[in-house]
């Protein structure tokens, strides 16, 4: 099985870094995949896209298809857009399983569907901290997780890592080197073991899934920070749409009846984290501050309901 990195010469925070890396590692050209330009080195492919990636679905099969290799995770390399405009350095799952089906996906994707969390999120978000201050990009850069959001759709483990958040910083060639290095060093390009893989090894180890809070998951980072710490799905406030039920459904403390897709949206991130994680265990972690009382009640209730575990901060510390 081979790792697939995707990037597109579309966008300058994406081919930049693919330019970096091709750079830094000795690598050789890989077959065309669909008229698409690709690269190899070890058991890592580079794909180059010319359109943009939230829309290029199943990846994975189209490569299959072209290759005969399986894929055992995609990492996606893209710009960062904020409303704030603050040069940052971002990692995050994707889906949007908060939508339902009649909605329309604002940036790929399909309503109601999240990928697997690829496991080399929260040990990625570290080493990009730890490249980010080496290289000096710290504090004019943020380091940040990002919640669950947008396309493309796929079924096997995925990430995206982004430069953001304006045209002015997609093509900073400083921030390139820094996400070209992560790669290397995460996957392993330069001769070391590699960073974030999940094996056998971890049986048993927490997982955490993030609910509540705002996208940048402020909270939810605290803990995903620590060394050891492994992360799945983090659903932002906007990703649990839920209807405030009567006094009485509050008082009897049973919120089956509650409205809106936030029961989907906290099933399909639990059930894809699980998947990304065979034999860990998930444990959910509640950004309570930013929870109305009925809200947090109903969440616990609903995990109480389907036996996931909710941890405090020191759950997921080694």
Known sequence: MVSLLVATTADPASIGPASALLALSGWS???QVQGNKSYASGRVRL???SDRIVKEDHLEKRWEAATGERVKEIIFLSRHTAVSNRPALTVHPIGIPHLLPHEEPP???RPGWAAPPCPRIGPWLRLLQKAAKSHNLVPEFEVTLEATHHGPETNVPAMFVEIGSTEDYWGREDAAKVVAEVVREGLGLD????VGDWSSAQAGAKVLVGLGGGHYAPRHMDVVLKEGVWVGHLLSGYSLPMVEPSKE???????SSVGGSWKEAITEAVRTTQAAFPEGEVVVHLDSKSLKSWQRNAITWFLAQEGIRVGKPNDFYR
Do not use: C, H
């Open 29 to 31: 050209d890989g077959p």
């Open 47 to 49: 794909l180059q896209l």
């Open 107 to 109: 940036a790929g994707g």
């Open 191 to 194: 001769g070391g073991p590699g």
């Open 249 to 255: 459904v509050i008082a009897s403390k049973n919120f």
